[in-house]
Antibody, heavy 122, light 107 residues
Framework: QVQLVESGGGVVQPGRSLRLSCAAS????????MHWVRQAPGKGLEWVAV????????NYADSVKGRLTISRDESKNTLYLEMDSLRSEDTAVYYC???????????????WGQGTPVTVSS | DIQMTQSPSTLSAFVGDRVTITCRAS??????LAWYQQKPGKAPKLLMQ???SLESGVPSRFSGSGSGTEFTLTISRLHPDDFATYYC?????????FGQGTKLDIK
């Protein structure tokens, strides 16, 4: 069955960096677009970024553009989110989610990981 | 960005009740709308896409309708397991956006 397992979250100071990982199993990773979605404490859901099945297409929410970078490693069946210049407003649980298709366009979030919490605080 | 507005924000109901949640988009999104259910401390679960297409394994008491800018999620007879927070999401255009959520709790 599809499994997505996030890791790498933690407490980090403002302005510092963090890398999140999402290990995928139970499906052919290279066939599907992947997303990051986050949820601030007590708040709703916010889409963060998408990467197409082949890594050629990426898109980001304006709130993270230029600071967060999505990538994937097919050899490791792993999705990444490189987070730089972190701000307090980046504090959230970060979920990776699988797209039903490969392009990343017209996407819903079909399968979700359990999430990894990130706290940005001095 | 397309703004998604859900109503009500909270809803109290009894087991067995029929409930409806409304989601409005700030511009037309055709039927590019999904619904999710989230329980405390858990990841969201996709219930429905294309406004009315139920995901495999989702009980038939859930139904969706609408197109353009107004959509509804209806639960015909509430089960104890249905008490959760529900989110709509538009995927007509980037950035994909969610409604603020509707918390459904037991009366």
């Amino acid at each position: 069955q599809v499994q997505l397992v996030e890791s790498g979250g933690g407490v980090v100071q403002p302005g510092r960096s963090l890398r999140l990982s999402c290990a995928a199993s139970g499906f052919i990773f290279s066939n599907y677009a992947m997303h990051w979605v986050r949820q601030a404490p007590g708040k709703g859901l916010e889409w963060v970024a998408v990467i197409s099945y082949d890594g050629r297409y990426k898109n980001y929410a304006d709130s993270v553009k230029g600071r967060l970078t999505i990538s994937r490693d097919e050899s490791k069946n792993t999705l990444y989110l490189e987070m730089d210049s972190l701000r307090s407003e980046d504090t959230a649980v970060y979920y990776c989610a699988r797209d039903p298709r490969g392009s990343g366009w017209f996407s819903v979030f079909e399968y979700w990981g359990q999430g990894t919490p990130v706290t940005v605080s001095s | 960005d397309i703004q998604m507005t859900q109503s009500p924000s909270t809803l109290s109901a009894f087991v067995g009740d029929r409930v409806t949640i409304t989601c409005r988009a700030s511009q037309s999104i055709s039927t590019w709308l999904a619904w999710y259910q989230q329980k405390p401390g858990k990841a969201p679960k996709l219930l429905m896409q294309k406004a009315s297409s139920l995901e495999s394994g989702v009980p038939s008491r859930f139904s969706g309708s609408g197109s353009g800018t107004e959509f509804t999620l209806t639960i015909s007879r509430l089960h104890p397991d249905d008490f959760a927070t529900y989110y709509c999401q538009q995927y007509n255009s980037f950035p994909y956006t969610f409604g603020q959520g509707t918390k459904l709790d037991i009366k």
